[in-house]
């Protein structure tokens, strides 16, 4: 018999597998790194979208532009005393929203960091209260300090 030690009944012996590459770590760990970071983004992008004070800065925006494209179609300089209350009313509810109080008045307890505004407080809830209870017409300015005052609150109260 003249066999080689290469073939057993004429068929070729199976070579031994070649040993794995020793694996690299860092490719797991940065895929997960990447998938964590993206799950992380997308937690911040959905809580800045539902959070109450994005909302209520986003909604303060519409209706300052709605304001102004209204105000932009009439002749005259003034605003409607019915527009300046309903506005008054939508930006004293937008703020209450937004900052997570129940209504906004002069009574209203400013947070201890925001009291060095305590004047500024005052002429806004001052000027919110005749917008929203008065019978005459405003000057659009009027509500542009309004809009300028509301954001003001929404940006710094804690």
């Not at 009439?74 to 008054?88: K, L, M, S």
Request: proline fraction near 4%; aromatic fraction near 6%; charged fraction near 20%.
């Amino acid at each position: 018999m003249k066999d080689s030690l290469q073939t057993s009944h004429g068929l070729l012996d199976i070579e031994p597998p070649v040993a794995p590459a020793d694996t690299d770590l860092a490719t797991p760990l940065i895929g997960m790194a990447l998938i964590i970071l993206l799950i992380i983004l997308a937690t911040l992008t959905i809580h800045h979208f539902t959070c109450t004070r994005s909302q209520a800065k986003r909604r303060l925006h519409r209706l300052q532009r709605s304001v102004k494209s209204k105000h932009e179609r009439n002749d005259n300089n003034n605003i409607d005393a019915a527009d300046t209350r309903e506005t008054a009313y939508q930006l004293a509810r937008l703020l209450a929203m937004g900052v997570g109080i129940n209504g906004i008045t002069s009574s209203t307890t400013l947070p201890v960091e925001l009291t060095h505004y305590h004047d500024r407080w005052q002429r806004y809830t001052n000027a919110l209260s005749t917008a929203r209870y008065g019978s005459q017409y405003s000057h659009p300015s009027c509500l542009d300090e309004l809009f300028k005052d509301t954001l003001f609150w929404l940006k710094n109260w804690p």
